[in-house]
């Protein structure tokens, strides 16, 4: 619950939150001002028991498996610094060990076994995930930063639909590509980011399975845990031995995963730099790819848009997931007879917001995932301070441990500065304006990426028109960070190649015959 006005009757009734004494208000807009200092809400933990281990080592052939070096690294919480477990390092010895099973899975029947027999295998996947939803939100935060009701509400619900979905399209393959047989392709390599480890987890997985492919994936080193807990779900779920393989480390293991011969597809999902490394690693190969890369999404408001929804519709596009997600609506542009009035509700949105333990139920914006980020954040508001971009700032005050930084909006703000061009991965919103519809559109498409767009407008001709001029792989309307199973995702120009979700992720997995 958010201490804002309209919560208001609901708080009062609450035994969970403490009265203050405050000044006189003098007006309506005085009292909108400092609505958000009249309560402090008790903690509010969450109590799940993520089951963790002290030591995880790799997933290959259905077991859990010392890596061949004798390597293992330490995964922190962001949110205090602390070692959570210990993270067994592959090499490409044991890649080449997990291909091989992969490779003994799919030539051993996997491959070739009734779509109907597949589908209960992933459908047990999904059944299980749900089972074990609180214990994997709560893993999911400690390990990622991300508030638990993000990883609870959103996170784990969302990857078990991708499960549950790809398992009704297991048996039904024959409709994939009306008019043609549609074969898996083999073993495939996937690497996935740090930002939804247990969500693009079951991106990746799900569709390669319903296919009839097997895997090797490699989860981000700061996020390894929900993967590795994955790999216990696939053992309880009957899943054939070397059917997914999981190899956790750092870029050495990903380069290994993605060149190794026996792949016949590859899957990114993260940074375009590392995402260009990769193409040009296998551009003398027959391997088929998807990339999902980077974005720098604009969040486009008309002054016919209803405002106070566009202002919670922007707040939720690039703060409640702490601007971690490649499709955050980092840019907002807003249309300039209403700028100041949005600019002055989200200022006084964000002074609401609670930042800190993202174990608390009451936290809005959790930890940044590591240090390395959290001075890439930083470089990059400091360059738009320096740059002359106005900066606002919520007045919170963040924990003394662990890795934060105060929702951040900034306006003034041109093409020509870094803020407007680079991907910032942050809770941080830089603001420009413009008159016309052209002018919007220009100044969206203004960027190397193209992976996400919103409209906030109350013509459905303007969305439409909007929606074809935008070089933007998914295009929300009146709404804002929207995601189904059923429903293709991915983008243009640098955000990246290839769809994930739906009818046309199903196709990247697939070979026409």
Sequence with gaps: MKATQTSFIAMASSSSVKKRTVKPVKSRSDRDLIFGDLWEFDPAPESADPKLKERYDLFIDGKFVAPKGRKYFDS?????????ARIAHGKATDVDAAYKA????????????????????????????????????????????????????????TAAAHFFYHAGWADKLDYVAPGRKVAPLGV?????PWNFPLLMLAWKIAPALAMGNCIVIKPAETTSITAL??????????????????????????????????????????????????MRSIADTDKKMTMELGGKAANIVFDDAPIDQAVEGIVNGIFFNQGHVCCAGSRLLVQESV????????????KVLRVGDPMDKNTDIGAINSKEQLDKITELVESGVREGAAMFQSACKLPREGYYFKPTVFSNVTMSHRIAQEEIFGPVLSAMTFRTLEEAVEKANNTAFGLSAGVWTDKGSRILKMSTELKAGVVWANTYNKFDPTSPFGGYKESGFGREGGRQGLLDYCKLV
């Design 76 to 84: 922190i919480n962001p949110a205090n610094e602390q070692k959570i």
């Design 102 to 157: 992969a490779k003994k899975a799919f030539d051993g029947g996997w491959g070739t076994m009734p779509g109907r027999e597949r589908a209960k295998y992933i459908y047990r996947i999904a059944r299980l995930l749900q089972d074990r939803a609180r214990e994997f939100a709560v893993a999911e935060t400690l390990d990622g930063g991300k508030p638990i009701k993000e990883s609870r509400d959103f996170d784990v619900p």
């Design 188 to 192: 495939v390599g996937q690497v996935i």
């Design 229 to 278: 807990k994955l790999g216990e779900i696939l053992q309880d779920a009957g899943l054939p031995p070397g059917v997914v393989n999981i190899v956790t480390g750092f870029g050495d293991t990903g380069s290994a995963i993605m060149t190794h011969p026996t792949a016949a597809k590859v899957a990114f999902t993260g940074s375009t730099e590392v995402g260009k490394i990769i």
């Design 339 to 350: 700028a100041s009035q949005v600019l002055r509700k989200l200022e006084n949105r964000i």
